[in-house]
């Protein structure tokens, strides 16, 4: 009944504070509503730094998408800010960047009030391509820049804009993903005003289109009911893998196939029969493909493997036939006898390697946190990717071939170093049948042991996912504000197993909810969370666990 009581009190002040707030806005003048200037000092912790507000965590900058320059000696990658300036708007903006792989300075090649995402290297390293929207706002298109750095132009104009490009590897074609445009009967309504919406209806489906770099022609390579995404190249350039779904519902994220179109005639095939395929890679000399898929599209959780086809269709051969875990997106090793992926396992995420020939599994890094892999150089010996850790929002990563001493590239947030964060553990107890749960447990600032603090139950949504040992900002303010945060791994979480992920499946919520309410008594008896002072949050899944 107290953690029942809580959950009430925390949302009665909720909405009182917004009472109040609407209140004053109705009956303020001019003058009131000038901003009032905060004078309270900085909060700090007992070591002297200072703590972590909600407003800190406008300031995380995103890392992402890193990309190796075709002669190995560069990466490009995203970094997204939210501009907080006076008087207008708040809004995030992603520009590129670039730092040299063997560690460095990075160096800003965007700038502006308009987002530069997606960066891509031609395949002579001489140019750097990239997404943005600055000629019209919400169409992003293709824009170029020399690799040295300079004034970037336009290369699409694209009606509607592109999602996504990929350089041809003789570097003269895009092939362009885009989604389709609203048909004379929608543009009609819209002149008028009329913008009703039927859910589920007039749904736009995204396709492929190639385009010609020097004489900027266009030609469109799919269309029909049903949407395109994660096309990529054949070595050679003749073909193209890409990924179909009916829709781009989430519903249909199970009912996707892997496609291989023949750019010279057109011509379409279906590559693989199992139930769902996805994450298609061509093998360095572009005999096989790799992708990811799995044997059972029906309802609720399934295990993910891993497949080798060859390009030209036949068969395919699961790899990952003893691993209980879901592959992520394969990477190719550059002699073409590993394949390397990220996935899901208890509270972390790590890199793994199939071989090829036997499909043995070894696992790469034990790190915690979250470590994913994107790219190889072209020599085959360096990889880039990225990782975060309780402490440390997402960076760039870069590490040798035999992963034994990795690397961290880049640091867009060292301004937390003035900070004094959280420390998280996992922790362990038994549910209600006896059964053994995990959970990530993050403790106040300067937590003294034996001290009994405020209890937060955080359960994650899903409810197929897991919480992880990696940065939350959100969990990081609350424990700078003295409380501490337990998030469950409850029956039907990832990381564990297809067993356990079904592990919800009929009893709605009656696992779950045994499972989080161990997890309470377990941290009162070790004198953790105080009894008195309990509460519970949580969205989607985890918030029809918290009512």
């Given at each position: 009944?107290?953690?029942?009581?809580?959950?009430?009190?925390?949302?009665?002040?909720?909405?009182?504070?917004?009472?109040?707030?609407?209140?004053?806005?109705?009956?303020?003048?001019?003058?009131?509503?000038?901003?009032?200037?905060?004078?309270?000092?900085?909060?700090?912790?007992?070591?002297?730094?200072?703590?972590?507000?909600?407003?800190?965590?406008?300031?995380?900058?995103?890392?992402?998408?890193?990309?190796?320059?075709?002669?190995?000696?560069?990466?490009?990658?995203?970094?997204?800010?939210?501009?907080?300036?006076?008087?207008?708007?708040?809004?995030?903006?992603?520009?590129?960047?670039?730092?040299?792989?063997?560690?460095?300075?990075?160096?800003?090649?965007?700038?502006?009030?308009?987002?530069?995402?997606?960066?891509?290297?031609?395949?002579?390293?001489?140019?750097?391509?990239?997404?943005?929207?600055?000629?019209?706002?919400?169409?992003?298109?293709?824009w170029m820049m020399m690799a040295d750095g300079g004034e970037a132009w336009a290369l699409t104009s694209h009606k509607g804009g592109v999602s996504g490009f990929r350089f041809s590897p003789d570097g003269k074609?895009?092939?362009?993903?885009?989604?389709?445009?609203?048909?004379?009967?929608?543009?009609?309504?819209?002149?008028?005003?009329?913008?009703?919406?039927?859910?589920?209806?007039?749904?736009?489906?995204?396709?492929?289109?190639?385009?010609?770099?020097?004489?900027?022609?266009?030609?469109?390579?799919?269309?029909?009911?049903?949407?395109?995404?994660?096309?990529?190249?054949?070595?050679?350039?003749?073909?193209?893998?890409?990924?179909?779904?009916?829709?781009?519902?989430?519903?249909?994220?199970?009912?996707?196939?892997?496609?291989?179109?023949?750019?010279?005639?057109?011509?379409?095939?279906?590559?693989?029969?199992?139930?769902?395929?996805?994450?298609?890679?061509?093998?360095?000399?572009?005999?096989?493909?790799?992708?990811?898929?799995?044997?059972?599209?029906?309802?609720?959780?399934?295990?993910?493997?891993?497949?080798?086809?060859?390009?030209?269709?036949?068969?395919?051969?699961?790899?990952?036939?003893?691993?209980?875990?879901?592959?992520?997106?394969?990477?190719?090793?550059?002699?073409?006898?590993?394949?390397?992926?990220?996935?899901?396992?208890?509270?972390?995420?790590?890199?793994?390697?199939?071989?090829?020939?036997?499909?043995?599994?070894?696992?790469?890094?034990?790190?915690?946190?979250?470590?994913?892999?994107?790219?190889?150089?072209?020599?085959?010996?360096?990889?880039?990717?990225?990782?975060?850790?309780?402490?440390?929002?997402?960076?760039?990563?870069?590490?040798?071939?035999?992963?034994?001493?990795?690397?961290?590239?880049?640091?867009?947030?060292?301004?937390?170093?003035?900070?004094?964060?959280?420390?998280?553990?996992?922790?362990?107890?038994?549910?209600?049948?006896?059964?053994?749960?995990?959970?990530?447990?993050?403790?106040?600032?300067?937590?003294?042991?034996?001290?009994?603090?405020?209890?937060?139950?955080?359960?994650?949504?899903?409810?197929?996912?897991?919480?992880?040992?990696?940065?939350?900002?959100?969990?990081?303010?609350?424990?700078?504000?003295?409380?501490?945060?337990?998030?469950?791994?409850?029956?039907?979480?990832?990381?564990?197993?297809?067993?356990?992920?079904?592990?919800?499946?009929?009893?709605?919520?009656?696992?779950?909810?045994?499972?989080?309410?161990?997890?309470?008594?377990?941290?009162?008896?070790?004198?953790?969370?105080?009894?008195?002072?309990?509460?519970?949050?949580?969205?989607?899944?985890g918030g029809y666990m918290t009512f």
């Amino acid at each position: 009944m107290r953690l029942k009581r809580l959950i009430f009190i925390l949302a009665g002040l909720f909405c009182l504070s917004h009472m109040a707030v609407s209140a004053q806005d109705k009956s303020a003048s001019p003058e009131d509503k000038k901003p009032v200037k905060n004078e309270a000092p900085e909060p700090r912790a007992k070591d002297g730094k200072k703590l972590l507000t909600a407003l800190d965590l406008m300031k995380i900058n995103g890392v992402s998408a890193p990309r190796i320059s075709p002669d190995g000696s560069r990466v490009a990658y995203a970094v997204s800010e939210t501009k907080m300036e006076k008087d207008k708007e708040w809004k995030s903006v992603s520009q590129v960047w670039v730092v040299p792989i063997a560690g460095g300075k990075s160096r800003q090649y965007t700038r502006g009030d308009k987002s530069a995402s997606a960066p891509e290297w031609s395949p002579d390293g001489t140019v750097l391509a990239f997404l943005s929207d600055r000629e019209k706002d919400g169409e992003r298109q293709v824009w170029m820049m020399m690799a040295d750095g300079g004034e970037a132009w336009a290369l699409t104009s694209h009606k509607g804009g592109v999602s996504g490009f990929r350089f041809s590897p003789d570097g003269k074609q895009l092939l362009l993903t885009a989604a389709d445009q609203p048909n004379k009967d929608e543009e009609d309504r819209k002149k008028v005003k009329d913008d009703t919406m039927v859910i589920d209806h007039d749904i736009k489906m995204t396709h492929l289109w190639l385009f010609g770099i020097d004489k900027k022609d266009e030609k469109r390579l799919t269309e029909g009911e049903y949407t395109v995404s994660d096309p990529q190249w054949s070595p050679d350039g003749t073909r193209i893998s890409y990924t179909t779904r009916p829709t781009p519902k989430a519903d249909d994220g199970a009912l996707s196939d892997v496609w291989i179109l023949t750019v010279a005639n057109g011509e379409k095939k279906r590559l693989a029969d199992t139930a769902s395929s996805d994450f298609a890679r061509w093998s360095p000399d572009g005999k096989w493909i790799a992708y990811t898929g799995s044997p059972d599209a029906g309802p609720g959780p399934t295990t993910t493997y891993l497949y080798l086809i060859p390009a030209v269709g036949g068969s395919s051969k699961q790899l990952t036939t003893k691993f209980d875990l879901s592959v992520g997106t394969p990477v190719w090793s550059r002699d073409g006898r590993k394949i390397y992926f990220s996935t899901n396992t208890l509270e972390a995420i790590e890199v793994y390697s199939a071989d090829v020939a036997s499909g043995a599994i070894t696992v790469l890094t034990k790190r915690a946190g979250s470590t994913g892999i994107t790219e190889i150089s072209r020599d085959g010996k360096t990889i880039v990717g990225t990782m975060s850790s309780a402490r440390q929002p997402t960076e760039l990563y870069v590490l040798p071939l035999n992963f034994n001493s990795i690397k961290v590239l880049t640091d867009h947030n060292s301004w937390l170093k003035d900070y004094s964060l959280a420390d998280s553990e996992v922790v362990k107890w038994k549910s209600k049948d006896g059964t053994e749960i995990e959970g990530v447990l993050t403790k106040p600032v300067g937590y003294t042991a034996g001290t009994k603090v405020p209890f937060l139950l955080n359960p994650h949504g899903g409810p197929t996912g897991a919480s992880l040992n990696n940065w939350n900002g959100t969990v990081q303010v609350l424990a700078a504000n003295g409380f501490a945060v337990l998030q469950p791994n409850f029956r039907g979480s990832t990381g564990k197993g297809l067993a356990f992920a079904q592990a919800n499946k009929n009893p709605w919520g009656k696992g779950t909810y045994e499972v989080c309410m161990t997890g309470v008594d377990a941290l009162i008896d070790r004198g953790i969370a105080d009894p008195d002072r309990l509460g519970a949050f949580g969205w989607s899944y985890g918030g029809y666990m918290t009512f």
